[in-house]
């Protein structure tokens, strides 16, 4: 039980365009789901917290117009990166916490490459 | 959250135990210690969380000392499958709260045929 399912796994795009990234709980129910970033040979980042029906709360430094998210039901967060550019070419990750357990979830990760 | 350290990487032969310490002087008495492991290009996964003395799944052992200023994971007879990298968190237990975790660098593990 408690699976986060990212989409797509990986995905190239032109500079200039828009990528979304979908991370879902499969068979559990999430409020809050948080989405990571992380670098090459780096640590995992927090960039924002996601809340379903209200509005996503951004680490600092991290644009909430270029990283739109999308909690509209409580199995499906979106991570939508918007006027891509080279240096946003990373591997971005979810999580969900499950509410009856105390570790955390994460999904496979999303490998993003902008040309 | 508590702040961790631990060592950045560690080379092991396969079929040894592992032990990689990390060290959380700043330990608040809510605070549990989870170890997560992750492979290149994937997430993290969930090895073990522990809050005092020992705890023990199928895949590791976490030892915990009385002042709870260090953690110890052991990881018992390691395959060239565990060769990752694994980080060391500290942070409050809230059920279905925050789980707002900050990662530190980790420890690379690489196992030698």
């Known amino acids: 039980g408690a699976v986060v399912s990212q989409h797509p796994s990986r995905v190239i795009c032109k500079s200039g365009t828009s990528v979304k990234i979908e991370c879902r709980s499969l068979d559990f129910q999430a409020t809050t789901m948080f989405w990571y970033r992380q670098f090459p040979k780096q640590s995992l980042m927090l960039m924002a917290t996601?809340?379903?029906?209200?509005?996503?709360?951004?680490e600092q430094g991290v644009e909430k117009d270029k990283f739109l998210i999308n909690h509209a039901s409580l199995t499906l967060s979106t991570l939508t990166v918007t006027s891509a550019h080279p240096e946003d070419s990373s591997f971005y990750i979810c999580?969900?916490?499950?509410?009856?357990?105390?570790?955390?979830?994460f999904g496979q990760g999303t490998r993003l490459t902008v040309v | 959250l508590a702040k961790t350290t631990q060592p950045i990487s560690m080379d092991s032969y396969e079929g040894q135990e592992v032990n990689i310490t990390c060290s959380h002087n700043n330990i608040a008495t809510n605070d549990y210690i989870t170890w997560y492991q992750q492979f290149p290009s994937q997430g993290p996964r969930f090895i073990i969380q522990?809050?005092?003395t020992k705890v023990t799944n199928e895949v590791a052992s976490l030892f915990i000392p009385a002042d709870r200023k260090s953690s110890t994971l052991s990881l018992p007879r390691v395959s060239l499958s565990d060769t990752a990298v694994y980080y060391c968190l500290v942070g409050p237990y809230s059920g279905a709260g925050s789980y707002q975790l900050t990662f530190g660098k980790g420890t690379k593990l690489s196992v030698i045929p």
């Open positions: 999580s969900a916490p499950e509410a009856q357990r105390t570790e955390a979830f």
């Open positions: 996601s809340n379903e029906g209200s509005k996503a709360t951004y």
């Open positions: 522990g809050y005092k």
